[in-house]
């Protein structure tokens, strides 16, 4: 059974799903940019049916709060001050391409708090071309069009610490490539593997939508590496 909460941090209210076991270890779900928590539906429980999940809706996003300043270093502090709330001191988190890119900052800023760490065809932490923003669009959406400025910025154009970071995460690693149909750099995503120390990675030709085209697939990848 699917639990929808609240927690109050000191910047916002974050909202989130928890299901699973509750005495699993606890498992925390990243979504990408313009997503929300129930983007994770099509692979659970299946993913990790032995853990206790927390699918979070990040800052400006979903059912949690339209709280400015927008950036991957602010989403950063939201999910260890929500880790820090519920009393979570070590976790396995799952990050897809803009939650990802979060999950290994939380992976560098506090090492000890991360055990396994899948990556899901997330922007590498190189710089790119930088493309316009689109407008709006007039229907509504369950996000704030402003994160998409925010973190398209930081993403065209990634602080060098990010990189350079790589080398103090810990935790054991699986990043998950989505192919030649993805967006993201393959070769980006094979020479961020090499720069974590512990860090496989597996491609599954998807596109950038991974867990979302090919469920049983990533299922079968992410599954095993997530069980005790």
Same mark, same amino acid.
């Given at each position: 059974m699917t639990e929808i909460r609240t927690v109050e941090l000191p910047e916002l209210t974050i909202a989130y799903r928890e299901s699973g076991p509750v005495d699993g270890p606890p498992l925390v779900l990243l979504h990408a940019l313009g997503e929300r928590a129930t983007d994770w539906d099509a692979v659970l429980p299946a993913l990790a049916p032995g853990h206790h999940v927390y699918a979070l809706d990040?800052? #400006? /996003? #979903?059912?949690?709060?339209?709280?400015?300043?927008? #950036?991957?270093e602010e989403m950063r502090d939201d999910v260890l001050a929500f880790l820090d709330a519920l009393g979570l001191a070590r976790v396995d988190l799952v990050g897809h391409s803009m939650g990802g890119a979060v999950g290994y900052l939380v992976a560098q800023a506090r090492p000890e708090r991360i055990d396994r760490l899948v990556l899901e065809d997330i922007p590498a932490p190189y710089s790119r071309p930088a493309s316009?923003?689109?407008?709006?669009?007039?229907?509504?959406? /369950?996000?704030?069009? %402003?994160?998409?400025? %925010?973190?398209?910025?930081? @993403?065209?154009?990634?602080?060098?610490?990010?990189?350079?970071g790589m080398s103090r995460i810990t935790a054991r690693t699986l990043l998950v490539a989505g192919g030649s149909?993805?967006?993201?750099?393959?070769?980006?995503?094979?020479?961020?593997a090499r720069? @974590?120390?512990?860090?496989?990675?597996?491609?599954?030709?998807? #596109? /950038?939508?991974?867990h979302s085209a090919r469920p049983a697939e990533y299922v079968a990848a992410v599954a095993p590496f997530l069980a005790r």
């Open positions: 990040l800052r #400006g /996003h #979903g059912d949690s709060g339209r709280t400015t300043p927008y #950036g991957l316009a923003v689109p407008d709006a669009p007039d229907e509504p959406v /369950h996000f704030d069009w %402003a994160v998409v400025k %925010a973190v398209k910025a930081q @993403i065209d154009t990634p602080d060098p610490a990010w990189r350079e149909a993805s967006h993201i750099p393959q070769e980006r995503l094979a020479e961020l720069l @974590i120390p512990d860090c496989q990675l597996v491609t599954i030709e998807a #596109g /950038h939508l991974v």
